[in-house]
């Protein structure tokens, strides 16, 4: 088992930043990929990034490319979302994931979530 606990989120306006962290505890983190969703109000919860195991690959989806970044530190068992230039549409619960495949973007692919965190963008 890993129990992954997702922290950072909050109101921000648009053009602001915020920093994710997701906290990872019991199995060894770095057999993990990781991966970060988002679920905005009535939608399915979709893709957002992901990095592999070392941290050397990592891939995102289209709508937030060159805004966040995901990065993780295997000493301390994190994984981060920093998130630049914040929009309205960005606003959703965001999860944290953990995957043993690498560079997964599909929902199903991830084995442990947290238990999500909001983000609020206003305009």
């Known amino acids: 088992q890993v129990q992954l606990v997702e922290s950072g989120g909050g109101l921000v306006q648009a053009g602001g930043s915020l920093r994710l962290s997701c906290a990872a505890s019991?199995?060894?983190?770095?057999?993990?990929?990781m991966g970060w969703f988002r679920q905005a109000p009535g939608k399915e919860r979709a893709f957002v990034a992901t990095?592999?195991?070392?941290?050397?690959?990592?891939y995102y989806a289209d709508s937030v490319k060159g805004r966040f970044t995901i990065s993780r530190n295997n000493a301390n068992n994190t994984v981060s979302l920093q998130m630049n230039s914040l929009k309205p549409q960005d606003t959703a619960v965001y999860y944290c994931a953990a995957t043993r495949r690498y560079l997964r973007t599909q929902e199903y692919e991830y084995e442990y979530w947290g238990q999500g965190t909001q983000v609020t963008v206003s305009s």
């Open positions: 019991g199995r060894t983190f770095s057999n993990y990929a």
């Open positions: 990095i592999s195991r070392s941290g050397d690959s990592t």
